[in-house]
């Protein structure tokens, strides 16, 4: 950096200000001349500032609230900071709260090194409300975010609107259509998290470096999101070969991984690979789930006289194996297997360009294009055995058509193949005003998201069905058009100190807008709006004794998109195969079944996007290096996606086969001249709607003391109080299952709820892990308190709005209405008692986790006993004792660096 | 189904009415006789219309009527005066009564034969409305089903039960109706309003057609009424041919999940109500019962005056709950005869009152016993080939049989 001196001039002084121990950039910390009047400059957005001192000789103070005052000879370059609550050298193994304003929690590696995870999911325990889980990896794991009890798949909105982005680039999951169509058998439904977002199975956590799940209220520069989003950093340069062996319970995992680094010419590349195995019982072979990753990582920089710039290029392989068979030997010899495959390559490249100098408005630039194909197979094989005669419809017109009658026994063959592709370019640039006086900047970008799915989807032979019955079809999912969002954002971002008091805010608006949609879907033309504030107070810092303290209060508002998936915008058509025609004869071949055939497109084009309104207060007091954050959050999602049944007449002919002379056949009978009287049915298929919503409140809490110095040893106290609200939002349609006569109840009835569940808890986790550097030892006890969990249904009503009768007639519910001989079914058997509170008490799980390193750090060695102890007292329940179980589970693991 | 034994004699009456028998030639002593008819004691509200008592005399067969009943409590009293003999005395009657809110009547018999009158004998007859007629029973119920010939693996289409009639005389079977219990043997609930004393409460109900003379039972004769009409053993060689069923099940539905045969050659039953869109099944571990029932009205009326919407108490695991459900009652007074199953090892509580089945009968032992499948229920025959018909399922029948018609 180039200083000049001019003879009684001043001198212009460029300098960068750091965090010690994280080396990130400080914005907005103060820069004052020793003896100089006030504030001399403030931080920008990348930490720089420029001053002009009188001599070289001057002092300057650098401060920063919630850091030690710095005060150094002015130079030009880096000022080091160093933070009141966190020591240099300083391990932290559990998450943090960032020092940002949207509430994120910080997991860093030594926390992951301390949890020793086998997946992504096992970070959970960590968050806020989050406590040990036993892995159940032969299931898929979503995230749930501020959570209260777990709603159904028509309230998974939350999971699907939680963004993951590695090294920036997200997981799309917007073409996943893995799922088995008709399913009906657990191997197929508990594997199925279609619109569900991301498995968090596929995530390994080795290169991770750093992980921020922001629970709050994320930058506008994040979109597609609802409810949150959790950004993976992961690990660059270093010149380790680092491999790890773990073995839990359930499960072993391999990793090896290498750094190459070549200083001089900027240059690196990082190799990794990752093996898990993982199965539902170590005893069990048949039901398992496998997971290989392969991530080659190379990241290069330059810096030239105007320009630092640097280029990163990922490739990623994923692999996620899913087995289940029944054993034979227990099921007569009958084959029944589900394998479902899931194989992404992932390709991003990022670009980024700083201009040297820092006086400059222009900041940064970056670009990203990330692209990844998926591979994705389901195979269902199994030796179907009826029970009973059955048919199955096959025509994939509409019209009339005679059904199959299917054998006793045969073997269903279904596949699923899906071949998701995304491609996410994201250009953005930082602008700064230069001031000494405000550390600004404003942030313009847009992204253009595409996700399509090249798969043949569904593939089976529909006269050999897996769920025989079900009017399920083959289709192919490759016709489908791609589904494109493009998407513009601004944010502005100051701080500032007023008298002493800090003031930060990032106000910004995202605007998302899907293309590529026929003009028939009332999103085409629709932009989305998302708007998002978080600011902050920090009020001047005060004196304790010998220690300092400062407070800050930050709150938040925003609105949060997320689009609709290609299966919510495209969903397989619906076949209703209406019986019209059913001939008996003891000769199987004369036997005929005609069905007439309807084939509805489901498609909701009424459809939007899913919104979701978030406010929250935070609290953060730092007193002598503790700290207490604490936020009260609200959010409301009326609009979830969901699947809704939607009943409408059909018509069809019921034909008298009593004419038919069985005798004088020689094959199947003529339709023709067979009387028949045009009737109808009221027959319902599902449509996806905004009909979920979700209210969540709550608050969380994290506070971190100071390790105590002579104990080596550090309290961290999080927990949450969380309480949900899963209901329906639009009035929904259900039809009473009676039959009088021989007809069924010839009306549906509408219904403004359906259903209604509030579920909350109130958790503490007690953590006190000690650090002895002179033993290389860390160890933790973790007391994780669940207060109590409850569960209660939300009054429903019995009567309905409306109802339809058999000709589709839409009629207003009377009370009288009740006391007639067929519409009294429409009234619904709820009682008081189905409203009563379920809670379950408290319960306590006690984890104790080690850590020793040995041969200069070369050999580490962890170990973690989740519930070595527990308090799960029996409780009663209307007379009823309820007794809890809970048991032990163990992991070891061995890290080598070298 | 004599269940005369069960009710309380009660305190004869006071209040005489005269009333002159036709007579012959043959001079006989006139005697004063005393007739009372009994409601039964478990009715609430009960009120008797159109009683009358027809007694004949063995030996001259002159018969004489009365009509003129006094009320006195339970009991409805007539004194005449007759000559003396043996007499075999019938009467019928039509009983008003109370099934919670909703009101029923029904006919009523009672029979005692050869009575000796002399002076001044009083005679008590009990209206007993359980056994409304006798003759026809359940002889069999192959409710488990078959299953493919060597495996475990159920084929459930060749369900069956016969009907037989089981007096010396001719019974017409139309509007008949064969029911299954709307609760389960083996999950006891706590019922308010609980008819379960005075009805019984339906899952489903199928009424054998006819005009009321169109399917004559001889004595001694079977029906066999087939879940599904047709030679099964063509599909399935273990199970069995029931081509020649005298009547199905048949579910006519639209839907291609309840596909269901109709064997054009077998008649099929007239489906009343069900529970459930779908096609019907007998439940094949044996949680549920099944009872013949005479019907006294119209699918109709059977719908608007039959409703019952009662409240019971779930103990579950999680806790206890109010919950609520419907179905329809059908009074005790109509039901011919009642067949309790269970599990043998699950059996909680029996469907019906006691007056209609004291006891229950079984296939499984366990509600996953495998070997259920391919046993039936059959009723015992007394010596002389009758069926045994005390109202008490766990001595007349035999459990775990070889259905009678597999081969």
Not at chain 2, 182 to 200: R, V
Request: hydrophobic share 35%; proline share 4%.
């Amino acid at each position: 950096m180039a200083v000049t001196i001019v003879a009684n001039a001043q001198t212009k002084i460029t300098g960068l200000v750091l965090d010690k121990a994280t080396r990130e950039p400080m914005i907005g910390a103060v820069v004052s001349i020793t003896g100089g009047n006030g504030v001399a400059a403030v931080t920008g957005v990348d930490g720089h500032f420029t001053i002009m001192v009188p001599n070289v000789a001057a002092t300057v103070t650098v401060s920063y609230v919630g850091y030690k005052t710095l005060v150094e000879k002015v130079h030009n370059g880096e000022y080091l900071i160093e933070s009141q609550t966190n020591a240099l050298d300083e391990v932290v193994v559990t998450a943090q709260e960032s020092k940002h304003l949207s509430t994120t929690s910080v997991i860093g590696r030594q926390a992951m090194d301390h949890l020793q995870p086998s997946s992504f999911g096992d970070m959970m325990e960590l968050i806020p409300g989050g406590r040990a889980q036993d892995p159940h990896l032969t299931n898929p794991s979503t995230i749930s975010l501020r959570e209260a009890g777990g709603g159904d798949a028509n309230y998974s909105t939350s999971s699907l609107g939680t963004s993951f982005m590695i090294d920036g680039a997200p997981i799309s999951t917007n073409a996943n259509m893995q799922y088995v169509s008709g399913g009906t058998d657990s191997q197929s439904l508990k594997r199925d998290f279609t619109n569900q977002g991301v498995d968090m199975r596929t995530i390994s956590t080795d290169d991770i470096e750093r992980v921020e799940i922001v629970r709050g209220i994320p930058s506008v520069e994040y979109g597609d999101l609802t409810s949150g989003l959790v950004k993976i950093e992961r690990k660059r340069g270093g010149n380790n070969v680092t491999a790890r062996l773990k073995a839990d319970m359930g499960s072993y995992l391999f990793y090896l991984g290498k750094g190459l680094e070549w200083q001089p010419r900027k240059l690196s590349l990082n190799i990794s690979a990752d093996y898990l195995d993982s199965r539902i019982d170590p005893r069990n072979t048949l039901e398992n789930y496998k997971r290989f990753t392969l991530s080659a990582r190379l990241h290069k920089a330059w810096s030239t006289s105007r320009f630092n710039s640097s280029l990163s290029a990922n490739v990623d392989y994923t692999g996620s194996f899913d087995n289940d068979k029944t054993d034979p030997d227990l099921n007569e010899g009958a084959v029944d297997t589900y394998k479902s495959s899931y194989n992404r390559w992932a390709l991003t490249t990022s670009f980024s360009l700083k201009p040297s100098d820092h006086d400059s408005w222009f900041k940064v630039l970056n670009a990203m294009l990330a692209t990844s194909l998926d591979n994705d197979n389901i195979k269902r094989e199994k030796l179907v055995q009826l029970r009973r005669a059955t048919i199955a419809a096959t025509s994939m017109q509409p019209g009339e058509s005679d059904a199959v009658i299917l054998p006793y026994s045969y073997t269903a063959q279904h596949r699923v193949e899906g071949k998701p592709f995304n491609l996410f370019l994201k250009v953005n640039s930082k602008l700064q005003v230069p001031s000494t006086r405000i550390s600004n900047s404003l942030l313009l970008g847009l992204d253009w998201n595409v996700d399509k799915n090249y798969g043949k989807g569904q593939i089976f032979d529909p006269t050999r069905p897996l769920y025989p019955g079900m009017s399920g079809r083959p289709r192919d999912i490759s016709k489908i058009p791609a589904a494109h969002t493009l998407s513009l954002y601004a944010e502005e971002n100051l701080k500032t100190t007023v008298a002493g008091n800090t003031l930060e805010l990032v106000a910004g608006i995202r605007g998302s807008h899907m293309m590529n949609l026929s003009s028939r879907y009332a999103m085409s033309s629709k932009f989305y709006w998302d708007p998002r504030v978080n600011m902050g107070w920090t009020f001047p810092e005060f004196s304790v004794g010998n220690e300092v303290g400062f407070v800050r209060l930050a709150a938040g508002v925003g609105q949060h998109t997320k689009m609709p998936t290609i299966e919510h915008l495209y969903p397989e058509p619906v076949y209703i195969d209406l019986i019209q025609f059913n001939y008996y004869h003891p000769n199987e071949s004369y036997k005929r079944i005609n069905v007439m055939t309807y084939v509805i497109d489901p498609t909701n084009f009424d459809l939007q996007a899913a919104r979701n309104f978030k406010w929250e207060l935070t609290a953060d007091v730092n007193i002598a290096g503790n700290r207490l954050s604490v936020t009260y959050f609200r959010e409301n999602m009326t609009s979830g996606f969901r699947s809704t049944a939607v009943y409408a007449p059909y018509s069809y002919k019921l034909y008298d086969t009593s004419g038919i002379d069985a005798d004088a056949l020689d094959g199947p009978p003529s339709m023709d001249g067979v009387p028949f009287e045009e009737t109808r049915e009221l027959v319902a298929h599902s449509r996806y709607s905004n009909g979920s919503q979700t209210k969540k409140e709550g608050v969380e809490y994290t506070f971190a003391s100071r390790r105590i110095a002579k104990l080596h040893t550090r309290l961290t106290i999080n927990g949450a109080w969380f309480r949900t609200v899963h209901r329906n939002s639009v009035a929904l349609m259900e039809r009473p299952s009676q039959v009088v006569g021989d007809k069924p109840i010839p009306y549906v009835g509408i219904y403004n709820d359906i259903e209604g569940y509030t579920d909350e808890m109130v958790n503490t986790n007690f953590t006190l892990d000690t650090d002895v550097p002179r033993l290389k030892l860390g160890f933790s006890i973790s007391a994780q308190c669940l207060w109590f969990t409850s569960n209660q249904r939300q009054p429903i009503s019995n009567y309905p709005s409306e109802f339809i009768d058999l000709d589709g007639n839409l009629h207003t519910w009377q009370p009288a209405m009740a006391e007639d001989a067929l519409l009294r079914y429409l009234v619904r058997n709820n009682t008081e008692s189905m409203y009563d509170l379920f809670k379950v008490p408290f319960s306590m799980n006690v984890n104790f986790k080690v850590t020793k390193k040995f041969f200069n750090d070369h050999l580490h060695i962890a170990m973690f006993c989740n519930k070595i102890w527990d308090y799960t007292p029996s409780y009663e329940r209307d007379g009823v004792t309820i007794r809890r179980h809970v048991t032990p589970y163990f992991g070891l693991e061995m890290n080598i660096k070298l | 189904m004599n269940m005369n034994k069960l009710y309380i004699i009660s305190v004869l009456t006071l209040l005489l009415w005269l009333t002159s028998c036709s007579n012959d030639d043959d001079v006989a002593r006139m005697v004063q006789l005393s007739i009372s008819v009994q409601l039964p004691i478990n009715l609430d509200n009960a009120s008797l219309d159109e009683a009358q008592v027809v007694m004949t005399n063995i030996e001259t067969l002159a018969t004489c009527e009365v009509n003129n009943f006094e009320q006195s409590d339970n009991d409805y009293t007539a004194t005449i005066t007759v000559p003396e003999g043996r007499y075999n005395i019938k009467a019928t009657g039509g009983i008003t009564y109370a099934i919670g809110s909703s009101t029923t009547r029904t006919t009523m018999r009672a029979e005692s034969m050869g009575v000796k009158v002399s002076d001044n004998t009083s005679i008590t007859l009990l209206f007993n409305n359980y056994n409304a007629e006798a003759g026809m029973v359940i002889e069999e119920i192959f409710f488990t089903s078959s299953t493919f010939s060597g495996t475990q693996r159920p084929y459930t289409d060749d369900q069956y039960l016969i009907l037989t009639n089981n007096s010396d005389h001719l019974i017409y079977a139309d509007s008949l109706a064969i029911v299954e219990s709307k609760f389960q043997t083996d999950m006891q609930w706590e019922l308010t309003p609980n008819l379960m004393k005075d009805a019984i409460t339906v899952s489903w109900l199928y009424l054998i057609p006819g005009n009321g003379t169109s399917v004559p039972v001889e004595a001694g004769e079977s029906l066999v009424i087939a879940l599904n009409a047709k030679d099964h053993t063509n599909i399935n060689s273990t199970s069995i041919d029931l081509s020649h069923a005298d009547f199905e099940f048949y579910d006519v539905s639209p839907n291609t999940e309840f596909y269901d045969e109709d064997n054009p050659a077998v008649a099929n039953l007239v489906k009343w109500y069900s529970d459930l869109w779908s096609y019907t099944m007998l439940n094949n571990k044996g949680s549920k019962s099944y009872g013949l029932v005479r019907m006294h009205s119209s699918n109709d009326e059977f719908i608007a005056n039959n409703f019952y919407k009662y409240s019971y108490i779930v103990n579950a695991a999680w806790g206890t709950y109010e919950s609520t459900g419907d179905g329809y009652f059908i009074p005790n007074s109509w039901v011919i005869d009642w067949v309790n199953l269970a599990i043998r090892n699950e059996w909680a509580w029996n469907v019906a009152s006691p007056m209609l089945d004291a006891g229950w009968t079984y296939c499984a032992e366990t509600s996953s016993d495998k070997s259920r499948y391919g046993t039936s229920v059959i009723r015992k025959r007394d010596s002389s080939g009758r069926l045994i018909d005390t109202n008490n399922s766990t001595n007349d029948f035999l459990s775990r049989q070889k259905p009678s018609l597999a081969q």
